[in-house]
Nanobody, 110 residues
């Protein structure tokens, strides 16, 4: 299993970013996919989940601002982040069970 992330970077408050996670080594369409984040000095937290049936879950802190989607033809899961705030600053990780992407830094600052 390999999860390769892209996207992220520095954005001003109120801005948007999209993270991508390209998966390989398993039947992508059959598995739920997760996005986690870890801010400095804090524990890693679940941000969003999308099931194989495309049901979604969002942490309360991002509900209404973030969306998660998947493209099974491309074996890719996305995290669209809108109206970003400084408290969203963290390293974001794509996840499937015991497998993790390499992490992507998202920094929200003016």
């Amino acid at each position: 299993v390999q999860l390769v992330q892209s996207g992220g970077g520095l954005v001003q408050p109120g801005g948007s970013l999209r993270l991508s996670c390209a998966a390989s080594g398993f039947t992508f369409s059959r598995h739920p996919m997760n996005w986690y984040r870890q801010a400095p000095g804090k524990e890693r937290e679940l941000v969003a989940t999308i099931s194989a049936a495309r049901n979604t879950y969002f942490a309360d802190s991002v509900k209404g601002r973030f969306t998660i989607s998947r493209d099974n033809a491309k074996n890719t899961v996305y995290l669209q982040m809108n109206n970003l705030q400084p408290e969203d600053t963290a390293v974001y990780y794509c996840n499937l069970g015991a497998y993790w992407g390499q992490g992507t830094q998202v920094t929200v600052s003016s």
